[in-house]
């Protein structure tokens, strides 16, 4: 990937759709995206691993926390 603009363009384009978006939702699950990785009983660095995916994706798509909330959190509000 040659540079950001580029890169973010093809984040969009593998996320921007409905089907990325329920990626996202479950890499959100997954990543630890909207919850804190504390007190787990896995190993705190792989968690903060996960995360730091979930942040980098969402950075380059340009998605904030408050847009987080409203759109990929599934019903049980992970």
């Given at each position: 990937m040659?540079?950001?603009r580029?890169k973010q ?11 990325g978006?329920e990626?996202?939702k ?5 990543c ?9 009983p896995?190993?705190i660095?792989r968690?903060?691993?996960?995360r ?13 926390f ?6 990929y959190?599934d019903d049980?509000?992970?």
């Amino acid at each position: 990937m040659s540079n950001l603009r580029e890169k973010q363009g093809q984040y969009k384009q593998v996320f921007g759709n409905p089907v990325g978006k329920e990626v996202l939702k479950d890499l959100n699950r997954f990543c630890y995206g909207t919850k804190t990785t504390a007190g787990r009983p896995e190993s705190i660095e792989r968690l903060e691993g996960r995360r730091e995916v979930w942040l980098q994706i969402m950075s380059l798509m340009k998605i904030s926390f408050e847009d987080v909330y409203d759109e990929y959190l599934d019903d049980d509000g992970f």
